[in-house]
């Protein structure tokens, strides 16, 4: 009995985790570490047709680590991914004290940024580990070049260099890492003497940056794979004033995020973000406040900076220091009533001291903090420049895990401004307390907020559904694929429907809507969403799979099977998405197209398709290379070829030594060339040893034997594989044969039912039961079975056939 495939189609987020770990051979260690410099993230070579270009070896190198550590177990992961997001939160406390003037706001900045919901996808996400990577290199770098703007050190700077360059090995957003260093050198304050060595310092930056951008863009492979216009609709609006318009909004559409992150999303695809197409848009409104704040904010910290530039604390010192030492002092920090925030020493390091606070933004009640403000806004906005859109063009137009970095000045800013506001309630403590709590409201929302959605990520139903209001198409085609996996087809069909109805032109929702027809057995409709989601997608091999596997079923439409499958066997995939899926899909359309082949006899042109397969296929994995050997000996067994079935054989077994499945296909070419039948005996019986808990070793062992009419030791074996797998319906169907080959009957019909029970929906097996009540002579019983064979395949041979006998045995009694 051969078996149909039903292929389902991948919701987005999932196929997240799957492709960059489940199914990367570069996380699993199956290739050498040298891959990871020539794949993408996806472990899809990066001259291939369907790359992304997302090059970030030193995130994959992680994944790694984490599968050699703990294998798949996503404890592990996600416990990586919180001890980063905890590390991160870390350097922007350090970074806060590098630029805000109060404690206060050090720690405001720092909590804000532990608890804010916009983290949840990059914390939550394991894929989101390439954003916190990122982040948290670019803070290292710019916390080691403030050190290295104090003592202008060699060894900081190449340390700078080397940290920038490793986060942009994370993710491509760290880019902007040298460029945040030389704003920071270029707005700090520093003494006369310092101009030759801070130009030295920002040359070598900026020749760094340079060279990593030739190196990224121009090197390294660019991106084959054009983006949906269902990613970026924006992207691919023809009017330019409706494109200019959407694109300066969604800035602003990411900056609410961060203002007030309630409404949250796994994908903001397709209509997500409506398209803005006027000008009397409300939403133009905001873009226009949005950036006009922004320019008011650089013109009067800029226009500050110029009018009254800030004294540095090492001029501060240099004044107060000697006063302090003839009045017997040993600090400027209290000094005539007066409080100094620099301080400075007249101990031995005060040297030090001084050097490193003169690199610092803050003073104390008199210098302006236009630096600060200007830093803030620096991290806040060149992190989020690669993916606004405005610069080039990228495959989303807002994605909550690229908020990470950006999200540092976004809560520098926030605490600057509470450091700002405490500092002139200094003298009142109602005021204070007030400040206190209504930063506690804000933290204590924003921790219910992120434990809400952290639950939304707990599972991907959960997810999917809490996204149906702001994404109603690609919510619910997502969470119709993942009832249609959880044998919830009804709701399923709804879900899947709905998405169709606000986009037709998804071909993943009619292809998992032809799914779920043929899993209730419903293969004409299952045909039409088929051929509807390879109109809509030419490239989708899958859906050639299952339109395949689906016309082989109904029965009368056998050619145009062949016809399909070999469609999609050849299919050459320019562009598509995920490489690894779809070499999976065409390789599953040989084997079926081979099985079709073989059955009618066509056997050369099967040999052939083989041969085709082990040539064009060029990312299989071993295990798929060493099933394409094995049916190709089978074939050359039918044609009695012994000498080439026995070389692909052989050539199995050196693929895959230590598969028990390939031993028995041995065994079953050697025990078909019948002077061989010992030698194929003892390849069973090593396969047993071999895996002794594969059910398939134990079932074609009983074959064997049951060809050499061993129906006792036959009987055992098949017992045997039918308790390692008590699902599997074929093993229990064997079972109940094996007792009818005994004359066992009633035992055997009980294992019928059994069989009926596990696949209540498959014909055959209506009709199997029928025929053993047939013979037990329980003819109503059987012609009850027959016709709901019939009703469930209206054109099984046998049922047919079998009650044409019951009718002739009744006309003849």
Not at 199 to 223: D, N
Not at 567 to 574: E, H, I, K, N, S
Not at 762 to 770: F, K, Q, R, S, T
Not at 792 to 805: C, T, V
Request: hydrophobic letters at 45%; one cysteine or more; proline letters at 4%.
């Amino acid at each position: 009995m051969q078996t149909r495939l039903q292929v389902q189609a991948s919701p987005k987020s999932s196929r997240r985790p799957r492709r960059a770990i489940l199914t990367n051979a570069d996380v699993r260690g199956e290739g050498a570490l040298a891959q990871l410099l020539r794949n993408d993230f996806w472990g899809t070579p990066l001259v291939d047709s369907g790359s992304h270009g997302s090059w970030r070896p030193l995130c994959v190198l992680s994944f790694r680590l984490n599968y050699l550590a703990g294998g798949l177990i996503p404890s592990g992961y996600h416990l990586v991914n919180m001890l980063l997001h905890s590390f991160a939160t870390a350097l922007v406390v350090l970074v806060g004290r590098t630029l805000l003037p109060s404690r206060f706001g050090v720690l405001a900045a720092g909590s804000l940024f532990a608890v804010h919901p916009a983290h949840t996808e990059a914390v939550a996400g394991l894929v989101g580990r390439a954003d916190l990577g990122a982040c948290i290199f670019c803070l290292l770098a710019y916390l080691i070049y403030r050190r290295h703007m104090v003592t202008r050190q060699w060894g900081s700077l190449l340390l700078t260099v080397l940290l920038a360059m490793s986060g942009l090995l994370f993710k491509e957003t760290a880019i902007v890492t040298l460029l945040l260093c030389v704003v920071c050198d270029v707005l700090a304050t520093m003494g006369r003497g310092q101009e030759k060595h801070r130009l030295r310092s920002v040359t070598i930056l900026s020749f760094s940056l340079v060279c990593a951008l030739y190196c990224r863009l121009c090197l390294l492979p660019r991106p084959f794979a054009a983006f949906a216009a269902a990613d970026n609709p924006t992207a691919h609006e023809t009017n330019w004033k409706t494109r200019s318009l959407t694109f300066l909004y969604l800035p602003v559409a990411n900056l609410q995020l961060l203002l007030w992150p309630q409404d949250l999303s796994f994908d903001w695809s397709m209509e997500a973000i409506p398209l803005i197409r006027t000008l009397w848009d409300a939403r133009n409104i905001l873009s226009a406040g949005i950036y006009g704040s922004l320019f008011l904010l650089l013109w009067t910290s800029s226009g500050v900076s110029r009018k009254s530039p800030c004294m540095g604390f090492s001029e501060v010192a240099d004044i107060s220091l000697p006063l302090v030492r003839r009045l017997g002092g040993s600090s400027c920090h209290t000094w005539l009533g007066l409080t100094c925030h620099c301080h400075h020493q007249v101990a031995e390091n005060s040297q030090t001291a001084a050097s490193y606070d003169s690199a610092s933004f803050t003073a104390s009640k008199s210098p302006c903090y236009a630096p600060t403000r200007l830093m803030c806004v620096a991290f806040l906005v060149m992190p989020f420049l690669p993916a606004s859109n405005l610069l080039f063009y990228v495959g989303f137009t807002v994605a909550e895990r690229v908020l990470y970095l950006p999200s540092v000045g976004y809560c520098l800013l926030f605490g600057y401004g509470f450091g700002s506001i405490w500092r002139r309630a200094h003298s009142s403590r109602r005021y204070k307390a007030l400040l206190l709590c209504l930063l506690g409201v804000l933290l204590g929302s924003h921790c219910v907020r992120t434990l809400r959605r952290n639950l939304d990520w707990r599972d991907e139903e959960q997810l999917f559904r809490s996204a149906i209001s702001i994404n109603p198409p690609k919510a619910l085609g997502n969470l119709g694929s993942i009832l249609s996996a959880q044998g919830k087809y009804d709701e399923a069909k709804l879900a899947l429907t709905m998405a169709i109805e606000f986009r037709p032109s998804m071909a993943d929702a009619h292809f998992n809507l032809g799914v779920v027809h043929q899993k209730q057995n419903n293969l004409s409709s299952a045909v039409s969403c088929y051929r509807r989601a390879i109109a809509l997608r030419p490239q989708m091999a899958v859906a050639y799979l299952n339109l395949g596997s689906s016309l082989t079923s109904l029965g009368d439409h056998r050619q145009e099977a062949i016809s399909v499958l070999r469609t999609g066997a050849r299919l050459g995939g320019q562009e598509v998405r995920d490489r690894g899926a779809h070499e999976t899909a065409r390789y599953t359309c040989y084997v079926q197209l081979e099985s079709l082949l073989r059955s009618d006899g066509r056997l050369k042109e099967a040999a052939s398709l083989m041969k085709e397969a082990l040539v064009v296929l060029g990312l299989l994995h071993q295990s798929q290379r060493a099933e394409l050997h094995l049916r190709l000996g089978e074939i050359y067994a039918d044609l009695e070829d012994w000498e080439q079935a026995e070389r692909q054989q052989r050539l199995a077994l050196h693929l895959q030594p230590r598969q028990g499945a390939v031993y028995v296909t041995y065994g079953q070419t050697l025990a078909r060339n019948g002077s061989r039948i010992a030698e194929a005996e003892m390849w069973f019986k090593r396969a047993l040893q071999l895996a002794p808990l594969e059910p398939s070793s134990h079932h074609h062992y009983a074959d064997f034997l049951e060809q050499q009419e061993r129906h006792q030791e036959a009987l055992t074996l098949r017992l045997r594989a039918a308790a390692l797998a008590p699902h599997d319906y074929a093993l229990q169907s064997s079972v109940a044969d094996a007792l009818r080959l005994l004359n066992r009957l009633v035992e055997a019909e009980l294992w019928y039912r059994r069989a009926v029970t596990l696949q209540p929906l498959a014909a055959h097996a209506h009709a199997n039961l029928g025929a053993i009540l047939q013979m037990r002579g329980l003819r109503n019983e059987a012609v009850e079975c027959y016709h709901r064979a019939l009703e469930l395949q209206p054109g099984h041979d046998i049922s047919r056939a079998n009650l044409k006998k019951i009718s002739l045995n009744w006309d003849n009694t």
